[in-house]
């Protein structure tokens, strides 16, 4: 693939650089509102992890173009993303996605409570809510979270604001956004009453969008499913959806303290599916998250304790076929609890020493059935479709780690974690004796398993002047499978393909005897820069990870030439495999020019490579984004932030065979966005994918977001999920 620059990107590029001077003298007699000065009880940094942090100047101009918290992590070296509904990417981190990345939304471990994945940790919480994400990847301090072999990402929310003494304080927000391609429209709000003790804080927010339009006709137009409306042959089925979300927080602190106490709620009425074979039609979630945190004269003292309650259904939503014989929809539904809690404790042993300390717990129940359809006897009825019954997933942590600053150019961090996983379930049965078969296997064997995992890290740090440091670590980390990965049971074609949670359009069957996958992690990074951290900086990042019984999956069964086919929907079960990742993250800054007229220049990049292998099979794993890169140019002139952004991903070939995955084409793209703000109002405008090229999306998985979804084979095989076409996007936001 080659890269062509285009003269007309200058052009728009200049003319973005423009517009905020002529704003700027046009209001230069202007005064700014100056906002009462409010105090922050904000989080210290972690210093003892390697990861990338985005705060909230990086976030907001991203926050506009999507109500999917997942896009805003874009901008990690590393980190791409896997469709899935318009809110609920997945996001892939050099190479490992979904459960073998740890997510955390303000310190709580949610888990997907859905056999599609559909309502993934990071869609609980709004775009337009986050205010810091932090990643680290796969060698990262046993500190920062077990459970994973790919990394954690810590999405945060603002910390609790508190007037000065004696005083009161009065501030929020609104705000809104318009998106054109899908007609996607939206607000949010926040409002904080405060001492300088107590604070209390609402946050809500509300999202809705109609499908979206590719740039080109992927498919042929037609209805979009027997009994369904007329859809062009550009547009993509199955990704409208509404949304809303709501939380209030109440906060105390002292000098030394802080409590925090918060109750969210969301509410979605529907969230279509490109990949999938089912959409949401509801999912509501309640959740509580206490939080202390405490300054000692011996260190620091935090704990927490979550719980979140879901309900979850899922049928064909209004692009796909409903009825079938007469059979109307498929009704599946999924409730679960999480329950969870941490506490850990620093200790500053001496001036070289730290001590950290920590224990974890969460305990997770999932109940997961299809209910009849009225009338059927057989294929859906007239019995309930038990998937998972009564699904247990309880896990316990301790972890200790050794913080060491040598001199003042090395350091070390050493750690170990313990932990035990335990999973059970019921037995299970069908809708009719058509499905006794498996169900009578199924129940036959012990389900209740019990997994002691051990994780370990070692990082060492050199920074040997002021302009360069040098890291190499070490991990092993562990991850016990899931309860759809262990539980599901039937090979039945149709129950088979609704149990998929990576959008390949295939069937999976659990196996109940998988082991915990175990990673063997080395990375390493140099990082040079400039003195002062912002004329210049390059970041080299290469890594190595070896896995252990690697979850992949095989051929089950022998029907429809399973086996041996090489193109089309098959049925697969999960099975322990070796499995090799490596790759490549390079980033990089670079101040152009720093003018009195026409502001500071800086140019960004960044370029990464994963390769990852099957060794027991010699396939490729799968969903592996290929080489990528991306270009920017940010002009800053005093309140306006404007950035011209180029594109590049490689065609994707290595694909996986035993899923009979699909290859996708080479593509660019062209984005332009513009951001103004000040103290009390921020504006955004942008354009995404300016040229209106027509891509299709490297880890969109199959396209079956339209028609005979029930049916194995009922919808074409080898059409991928196309990306959106051009669309211009505006945001407002106004503090008070």
Not at 659 to 682: A, C, D, V
């Amino acid at each position: 693939m080659q890269f062509h620059a285009k003269p007309a990107v200058l052009a728009v590029t200049l003319a973005l650089s423009a517009f905020p001077r002529m704003a700027q003298a046009a209001d230069s007699s202007t005064e700014l509102v100056q906002l009462p000065d409010v105090v922050v009880h904000g989080r210290r940094s972690n210093s003892q992890a390697d990861g990338s942090t985005l705060r909230l100047p990086q976030l907001a101009g991203q926050q506009a173009r999507s109500s999917d918290s997942a896009q805003l992590l874009q901008d990690i070296p590393g980190l791409n993303l896997h469709a899935a509904g318009g809110f609920s990417s997945l996001p892939v981190l050099r190479g490992l996605a979904d459960d073998r990345l740890l997510v955390k939304t303000d310190g709580a471990s949610l888990i997907a409570s859905c056999p599609n994945h559909m309502n993934s940790p990071l869609s609980y919480m709004d775009a337009s809510k986050v205010d810091s994400v932090q990643v680290y990847n796969g060698a990262a301090p046993v500190s920062a979270g077990g459970d994973n072999i790919g990394g954690v990402i810590v999405a945060r929310s603002a910390a609790p604001q508190f007037a000065e003494p004696g005083q009161i304080l009065q501030t929020g927000s609104v705000g809104a956004f318009y998106r054109s391609n899908g007609d996607a429209r939206g607000a949010n709000a926040s409002a904080t009453l405060a001492n300088d003790h107590v604070s209390i804080n609402y946050t809500g927010s509300t999202a809705r969008s109609n499908n979206y339009d590719a740039a080109a006709d992927f498919k042929k137009s037609g209805l979009a499913a027997t009994g369904r409306a007329w859809m062009d042959g550009k547009t993509v089925g199955s990704t409208a959806y509404q949304t809303e979300n709501h939380e209030l927080g109440v906060a105390w602190r002292d000098n030394y303290q802080l409590l925090e106490a918060k109750v969210g709620v969301q509410r979605t009425p529907y969230e279509g599916f490109a990949n999938q074979r089912m959409d949401m039609t509801d999912n509501s979630s309640n959740q509580l998250n206490l939080h202390y945190n405490g300054q000692f004269a011996w260190g620091e003292l935090d704990a927490r304790l979550y719980s979140q309650y879901v309900r979850h259904s899922m049928d064909f939503g209004d692009d796909k076929q409903l009825n079938y014989m007469g059979d109307i929809g498929m009704p599946m539904d999924s409730a679960s609890h999480t329950l969870g809690g941490s506490l850990s404790a620093e200790l500053a042993l001496n001036a070289r020493d730290k001590l950290k300390l920590g224990s974890e717990i969460q305990r997770y129940s999932l109940n997961d059935w299809w209910p009849p359809v009225a009338g059927d006897t057989m294929m859906m009825g007239p019995e309930t479709f038990w998937n998972i019954k009564n699904g247990k997933r309880n896990k316990l942590d301790v972890f200790a780690e050794w913080q060491a600053d040598w001199t003042a150019q090395w350091r070390s961090i050493i750690g170990a974690r313990l932990s035990q996983v335990k999973t059970d379930t019921d037995n299970v049965s069908g809708y009719s004796s058509m499905y006794a078969s498996n169900a009578a296997s199924f129940n036959a064997q012990n389900h209740a398993r019990t997994d002691l995992n051990l994780d370990l890290s070692a990082l060492a740090r050199y920074t040997p002047s002021a302009t360069e440091q040098y890291e190499l670590a070490y991990a092993q980390k562990t991850r016990s499978p899931n309860l759809y990965e262990r539980y599901t049971w039937s090979s039945n074609t149709m129950a088979a393909v609704m149990n998929n949670f990576a959008g390949d359009g295939n069937g999976y069957v659990g196996n109940a005897n998988l082991k915990p996958e175990v990673a063997h992690t080395l990375s390493s990074s140099a990082n040079w820069h400039a003195a002062d951290g912002e004329a210049w900086q390059l970041r080299l990042s290469p890594y190595y990870s070896y896995v252990e019984n690697y979850i992949d999956a095989q051929r089950y069964g022998t029907a429809n030439n399973n086996q041996t086919a090489t193109t089309g929907y098959v049925v697969l079960q999960y099975v322990n495999q070796n499995a090799q990742l490596y790759g490549v993250d390079v980033s990089g800054k670079l101040q152009l020019a720093k003018t009195t007229s026409f502001g500071r220049f800086d140019a960004t990049a960044q370029l990464s490579y994963t390769r990852g292998e099957n060794l027991t099979t010699g396939d490729n794993l799968y969903n592996i984004m290929p080489l990528n890169a991306k270009l920017a140019l940010v002009n800053t002139l005093g309140q306006w932030t404007s950035t011209a952004e180029w594109q590049a991903v490689r065609a994707k070939t290595d694909v996986s065979a035993v899923r009979n995955e699909i290859k996708t084409p080479g593509y660019s793209l062209f984005n332009l966005r513009t951001r103004y703000e000040n103290k009390r109002f921020s504006v955004d405008v942008g354009i995404d994918n300016v040229f209106n090229r027509f891509y299709t999306l490297p880890l969109g998985g199959a396209y079956t977001g339209q028609g005979m979804t029930m049916s194995r084979a009922g919808i074409p095989w080898g059409t991928g999920v196309a990306g959106p076409a051009r669309s211009l996007y505006t945001a407002f936001n106004l503090k008070f």
